[in-house]
């Protein structure tokens, strides 16, 4: 459901690694997910999307899993690198145009060189 | 094309005065959120608006706050009487019609004296 007042989980990877990121969703009948990055006094910036109907898309040293029977969505991040350091949020959307898009509560990921 | 303009990028108010937070959409963009976020924590849904029009506000509180998004101009979000526990930064979205992808403002940090 919407975003509560916790701290930021965290994770840190090193420099070159593959960093997967988790994400437990409420709704299930939302129908279209996506993963926001935000980097410190920036707004959020889109990575990646997908609808229910798939269980994984690829993107360009990323991709997203969808698993609709736990709710559970993850964004693996390849061959990690130090501009990856930010923090990432899931958000979920109905299949309505009404319907708001509800973000969850993020990873902050941190990047050893 | 430029991206999501809002402003002011910081804003400083004492209790009791009013705040407001002008949001510009993408060109061609119809659609309009207002998030809310406070330091290492996720972005809080407050209101979706189409041109004239208010699809969502279930995140808004139910006084002092308000939002239009008129024919012509920017989205206004308007803090009357703020406290201090309004402190925060919020962001604006939009999106096209039927689209679900955000883009993100770079954010208008309130803070309250």
């Known amino acids: 459901g919407e975003s509560v007042g916790l701290h930021l989980p965290t994770l840190s990877v090193q420099e070159g690694d593959n960093s997967i990121i988790n994400c437990a969703y409420s709704?299930?009948?939302?129908?279209?997910f996506i993963w926001y990055k935000q980097e410190s006094g920036k707004g959020p910036q889109f990575i990646i999307d997908?609808?229910?109907?798939?269980d994984k898309r690829q993107g360009q040293r990323v991709t997203v899993l969808l698993n609709k029977t736990v709710k559970h969505l993850s964004l693996q991040i390849a061959a990690t690198q130090p501009g990856d350091s930010a923090v990432y949020f899931c958000a979920e959307k109905g299949w309505t145009s009404y319907d708001k898009v509800i973000f969850g509560p993020g990873t902050s990921l941190s990047v050893i060189p | 094309n430029a991206g999501v303009m809002q402003n002011p990028r910081h804003l400083v108010r004492r209790r009791g005065q009013e705040a407001r937070l002008r949001c510009s959409p993408m060109k061609g963009h119809s659609h309009v959120y207002w998030y809310r976020q406070l330091p290492e924590e996720g972005l809080k849904f407050m209101v979706y608006l189409q041109k004239e029009n208010i699809i969502d506000e279930s995140g808004m509180p139910k006084e002092r706050f308000s939002a239009e998004f008129p024919k012509e101009g920017p989205s206004i979000l308007r803090i009357q009487q703020v406290v201090r526990g309004d402190s925060a930064a919020y962001f604006c979205?939009?999106?096209?019609?039927?689209?679900?992808?955000?883009?993100f403002g770079s954010g208008t940090q309130l803070s309250v004296l």
């Open positions: 997908i609808r229910s109907n798939m």
């Open positions: 979205a939009s999106s096209q019609v039927n689209n679900e992808k955000l883009f």
């Open positions: 709704n299930s009948a939302s129908d279209y």
